[in-house]
């Protein structure tokens, strides 16, 4: 078996939320370098189809298609499916990345700051991917099980609220929102595993990587010294997507460069020295 067999997503349909910026669109051009027809969806409509132009233009194998979605309600998720399922017939892949943040200091933070996240984050996810449900196994087997992978957070693993509070316990949320639908699905052939990403460069973390000299900071405090970089993200989706990553299903990626083994100082150190 050659490489291209395993990470080869010729003929998949997949459908990145969130799309048009960061992990998403990181995500989306994987995808598409794979083979896959990309439909990217977020709340505006004319950036998703601007960028799934630029990914063509960038020579991909696959294509990307743009469209407007918003899971942040009942009525936007049902609006979504209804455009995805009207755009294909065939659903192998479904990443929810689509997510918000809200920050503010210990002592500040503001009681909407709860709802409005975990709303987002949390049951727009479950919603979407409960929606979707009957597309994806209708596209699944034994030998090609269908993909979920959902975008949680080294914030959902590691003590690490930063001002994010509602953010991080959305995706420790996500986490084990993964684990569940993973055994609940594996017997409809349905694989569910997660991200769980570091710092990388997006629009959410603009304030702490929009330039190089932040980004080399950020990367001062990351085991292995750097942010994420497009390629990160781009090589977890096509090993999770394709023939390789079939028999993986309820686990937690953590590409975040060593944050979710951190630690403080070695307990008997100091005593040690000298």
Known sequence: MTPNDLFSLEGKVALVTGGATGIGRMAATGLAQAGAHVFIASRKADACEAVAQDINDSGVAGKVTGFGGDVSSADGVAAMVEEITKRTDT??????????????????????????????????????????????????????????????????????????????????AVHQITRIMAKELAGHHVTVNALAPGPFVSRMTAFATADEGMREKVGQDVPLGRVGRDEDIAGCMQFLCGKGGSFLTGAILPVSGGIQVMSGPNLFGSALEG
């Open 91 to 172: 659903l192998n892949i479904l990443m929810n990345n689509a997510g918000i943040t809200w920050g503010a200091p210990l002592g500040q933070f503001p009681f909407e700051a709860w709802a409005k996240v975990q709303g987002v984050n949390n049951a727009g996810l479950f919603h979407l991917t409960q929606s979707l449900l009957p597309i994806l196994i209708k596209s699944a087997s034994p030998d090609d099980p269908a993909r979920v992978v959902n975008v949680g957070s080294v914030m959902g693993d590691a003590p690490l609220g930063d001002g994010a509070y509602s953010y991080a316990a959305s995706k420790a």
